[in-house]
């Protein structure tokens, strides 16, 4: 299966700490995203990094990509309670039409 | 601007009974249309995906089918609905022409008694 993991399964910090998730994947891959979810809602896209990245920002957010041990992290930097969702990595493969989606970690933020 | 639209949002059908999910796309033409299953707690799980109209690619054997009778309509559904049918049920576009991220519905909770 292409499907990656992410480690933690579930992750409580307190409002201000910064949180790291991981992602493991197994193929070769054109990029990576990750994606948040509210609990009963769709996902929603954050960021995207190519292959032939090794880290990218957005905001708080920031992601690292290391293509040789296939994983990838996902770091939200000063936490707020509004963060707390599931956050998914996916990964796209060159040439194919479809992403495949890890298993998730679920980030609690207590104010 | 792009909208995805996915109804109902809650489902509660009885084990046998057929279903019907609808998932339609506006703003956009040609777009590749996706369903995924999300198990309660757990990751994504891609069930089919079209990259055209009656075009319908299948990932995962199962009770399930999948239909594109418009460009920017996709439909899943069973004849015979599963106890392990139950989940949430994600539909998704992606434009492609360079953007390569997904764009999901809002979903659907089925549940199957």
């Known amino acids: 299966s292409q499907q990656g993991e992410e480690d933690p399964q579930a992750l409580s910090i307190q409002e201000g700490e910064n949180a790291t998730m991981n992602c493991s994947y197994k193929t070769s891959i054109n990029n990576l995203q990750w994606y948040r979810q509210n609990s009963g809602r769709g996902l929603v896209h954050l960021i995207l990094i190519r292959s032939n990245e090794r880290e990218k920002h957005s905001g708080r957010l920031r992601v690292t990509l290391d293509t040789s041990k296939k994983s990838s992290s996902l770091l939200i930097t000063a936490s707020r309670a509004a963060d707390t969702a599931s956050y998914f990595c996916?990964?796209?493969?060159?040439?194919?039409?479809?992403?495949?989606f890890g298993t998730g970690t679920r980030l609690t933020v207590i104010p | 601007s792009q909208t995805i639209h996915q109804w109902p949002a809650t489902l509660v059908q009885p084990v046998g009974s057929p279903l019907s999910l609808e998932c339609t796309v506006e703003?956009?033409?040609?777009?590749?249309l996706y369903w995924y299953r999300q198990a309660a707690g757990r990751g994504l799980q891609l069930l089919f995906y079209?990259?055209?109209?009656?075009?319908i690619s299948s990932e995962v054997p199962q009770n399930l089918s999948a239909s594109r009778p418009q460009d920017r309509q996709f439909i899943l559904s069973s004849k015979k609905l599963l106890l392990s049918d139950s989940g949430f049920y994600l539909c998704a576009w992606f434009p492609g022409r360079g953007d390569e991220k997904l764009f999901f519905g809002s979903g659907t909770q089925l549940s199957v008694l």
């Open positions: 079209s990259v055209g109209i009656g075009q």
């Open positions: 996916a990964t796209a493969s060159t040439g194919a039409n479809n992403l495949f």
């Open positions: 703003g956009t033409s040609n777009p590749n």
